[in-house]
Every structure is written in structure tokens, then in C-alpha cells.
């Protein structure tokens, strides 16, 4: 990379240029042709007159109003319908319902469930260190 950057060095030292006064010329002219306007040559904004706030703030209110009155207009009239009694809807139906009593193996079951999750909790509390 050095050898790189000295030959370059060394080419860049080689270089001979010179601008003619035609160029510099014109080079300056573009300059000056580009310059930013100043501040006191430029005209100052106009402002608005109120009327044109309070215009322009009545014909909108005027259009929504318009909008919300035709849309208003077009809407269909939906029929209202007597409500309905469900409870004469649904025929009675008689129900006899009994308490299941659990049998021997499914309380076995149970019991055994119920002791496998407080060996798990217990584990849990160890790993814990509670």
C-alpha cells in the first residue's frame, strides 16, 4: 500500500497545470451569476386579508353541513319490527338432571392426580429454594 500511495504521490507531483485568464473569467463570471438574492432586494410576502380566512372557514362549515344533510337524506328508513318473545319461541322442554356420584376408580383417579401435583409443587419449592 505504501508503494501505491508514493507512486501516486509522485504522480500527482508531476501534474502541471495552469488556467488561462479566459477561464478564470469565466469561471468568476458563473460565480457572480449565482450569488443568492439578498435579503433587501427581495420583495416581502404578501398577507392575506381576513376576509379570505373567514371565507374560505365558511365554505368549508357550509360543505360539511351539505354532506352530512345529503347523507342524512339518502338514508334508508329501516322498518321497525315488534320484538320478539324468545321465551314463547323455544318449546318446553323437561329436564332431569341428577348429580353424578363418582365411582371408585375415577375418585382413585383423582386422588392420584391431586398427589402428583403437590409432589411436583413440592419439587418446584426445592429447586426454588423456597
Known amino acids: 500500500m505504501d508503494k501505491l500511495a508514493s507512486q501516486l504521490h509522485d504522480d500527482a507531483q508531476r501534474i502541471d497545470v495552469s488556467v488561462s485568464d479566459e477561464l478564470d473569467r469565466r469561471i468568476e463570471a458563473s460565480l457572480r451569476a449565482i450569488t443568492p438574492e439578498s435579503e433587501d432586494s427581495r420583495p416581502a410576502p404578501v398577507a392575506r386579508p381576513p376576509l379570505f380566512w373567514w371565507a374560505s372557514t365558511i365554505t368549508g362549515v357550509a360543505a360539511a353541513i351539505a354532506l352530512i344533510a345529503i347523507a342524512n337524506w339518502r338514508a334508508p328508513v329501516q322498518p321497525v319490527s315488534p320484538p320478539v318473545n324468545i321465551a314463547a319461541a323455544i318449546p318446553a322442554i323437561e329436564l332431569n338432571a341428577e348429580t353424578a356420584m363418582l365411582t ?27
Do not use: F, M, N, T
Open 104 to 130: 371408585g376408580p375415577l375418585q382413585q383417579e383423582l386422588d392420584r392426580l391431586q398427589s402428583d401435583l403437590k409432589k411436583a409443587e413440592e419439587k418446584v419449592k426445592q429447586d426454588i429454594g423456597l
